[in-house]
């Protein structure tokens, strides 16, 4: 434990240190230019805070999912041994349920990332199965 | 001093006194980190050198003999650039992020050991897979948060792809790496590499290590994965609107990775320290250093290599190849590592 937060003591102050040295260095000028987001050279236009596609939802939630169940596994892991067969059966019904939840999203077509029309989603996530 | 240097060589780490768990982990730390800073300074000479040599140009010899002093030159300019901190960002936020991806890529290489004897590792946790995973996935938090902070459309558009390819690829990543913990029978780094004496893992586990290798990829948004910087099309991602040492260590954290994640992958699946032969005239515990560096050394080549060779990913073949094709692979192999396990119980260096 100390050797970790000594360790990580090290490298903060390197990167502090060199977030510093610059910001000491660096000459400062603001003007109406340079203080805008940068869109290209073109006016910006609207606020920066948009509206996500709801693929990046699902993904965020699949994640905290199948991470977990992940997660769950490391514990049998260190005992595959002394645990045998009758541990390996029992694990695979564990990694049975999980998977079935990811044939599940895939079969909904919760896995297609393309932009697609409503007639043609449809059609792609009936075809995947 | 004398009694210090015997505690270290004899006492296992877990019973050093605190003080000298601090100050074998200041002096180690320190050469880690310089030696990674400077490492990752040569690393973008190294990538820009090769890459011109495989597209049949020169690269950069401005700079000194070869382009040699060409990183001074970079670090000495991008110190004295302003350091711009612009009105419409979130202020305390935006210069956390970099700090962040700073210490969450760093902080890992504290549980790999370097060599034998057992001061050759800041600190070999009993956990240290999880601790690598753990970091990982904390290191996500600096992209969202740069992302997010720069109230920029390209850079919130970069750290939400990034975001979604770093956690999706995660998966995989800690699945594959599930089933060399098997095969050890531990989450201890130190472990893992002892448990290769005989038989490195990428043998036992060429699948997994093929998988691990491409999720790596992935992770540190490294070509043909770079699509939260695909220039094209989101100018620079989560960066844009950083300047000066601010971006430079958004820069360095990606540099940093990849030597970290070849460190990880040498000493997961090509046996840490352990060499093929005993090379003449060396000392035992430098022997160990020297053929995990030449590990890690070829394995940065690997990357620059792939990055030369392939082509940018479209984002939903990248989200596809992560979710349909890699997480299903993963548990194929865990499952059939299990079985060989428990038809096989030697296996991995078990008696």
Not at chain 2, 114 to 128: A, E, S, T, Y
Request: aromatic letters at 14%.
């Amino acid at each position: 434990m100390v050797a970790i937060i000594v360790f990580s003591l090290v490298i903060l102050s390197q990167a502090v240190a060199a977030v510093v040295t610059s910001y000491l260095l660096g000459i400062r000028r603001h003007n109406a230019h340079k203080d805008m987001p940068f869109e290209s050279g073109i006016a910006p236009t609207g606020d920066a805070r948009l509206r996500m596609a709801i693929p990046y939802y699902l993904v965020a939630i699949m994640f905290i999912l199948f991470d977990v169940e992940i997660l769950y596994l490391y514990p049998y892991a260190l005992v595959v041994r002394e645990l045998s067969w009758p541990g390996l059966i029992k694990a695979m019904i564990f990694l049975f349920f999980v998977f079935a939840g990811l044939v599940y999203i895939w079969l909904r077509g919760g896995l297609i990332w393309r932009h697609l029309s409503r007639t043609a989603f449809k059609k792609a996530s009936s075809s995947q199965s | 001093m004398k009694d210090f240097w015997h505690v270290i060589n004899t006492l296992p780490q877990e019973q050093w006194p605190p003080l000298y768990s601090a100050i074998q982990s200041l002096i180690l730390g320190g050469v880690i980190v310089g030696a990674l800073l400077s490492a990752a300074g040569y690393l973008v000479l190294l990538e820009r050198k090769v890459l011109a040599w495989m597209q049949h140009r020169v690269g950069p010899n401005r700079c000194g003999p070869f382009g040699l002093l060409q990183p001074l030159a970079d670090v000495l300019k991008l110190l004295t650039k302003e350091d711009s901190l612009p009105p419409f960002v979130d202020k305390w936020l935006f210069i956390a992020a970099p700090a962040i991806i700073m210490l969450t890529a760093i902080l890992s290489l504290a549980v790999v050991p370097f060599g034998q004897p057992q001061w050759l590792v800041v600190k070999d946790l009993n956990v240290g897979i999880l601790f690598f995973l753990a970091l990982s996935s904390l290191g996500v938090y600096s992209i969202v948060l740069a992302g997010w902070s720069s109230n920029s459309k390209y850079a919130a558009l970069g750290g939400l792809r990034a975001t979604a390819q770093m956690i999706s690829y995660e998966l995989s990543m800690s699945m594959s790496l599930l089933a060399a913990v098997m095969l050890a029978g531990s989450l201890s780094l130190n472990k893992i590499v002892e448990a290769q004496s005989s038989l490195w893992f990428v043998i036992l586990q060429p699948l997994g290590f093929v998988i691990f290798v491409i999720s790596v990829i992935a992770e540190s948004r490294r070509a043909p994965f770079d699509l939260p910087e695909a220039e094209n099309e989101i100018v620079a991602g989560f960066h844009t609107e950083y300047s000066s040492m601010k971006f430079a260590l958004f820069f360095l954290g990606e540099y940093v990775a990849v030597v970290l994640l070849s460190f990880v992958i040498s000493t997961i699946y090509l046996g840490g320290y352990h060499g093929l032969f005993d090379i003449p005239y060396i000392p035992a515990a430098i022997e160990g250093p020297i053929w995990l560096l030449a590990k890690v050394g070829f394995f940065i080549f690997f990357f620059i290599w792939i990055r030369a060779t392939y082509p940018r990913f479209r984002y939903d073949h990248l989200m596809e190849l992560g979710w349909k094709y890699m997480i299903p692979l993963s548990v194929l192999n865990l499952i059939a590592t299990a079985v060989l396990i428990i038809l096989f119980p030697t296996l991995g260096g078990h008696k």
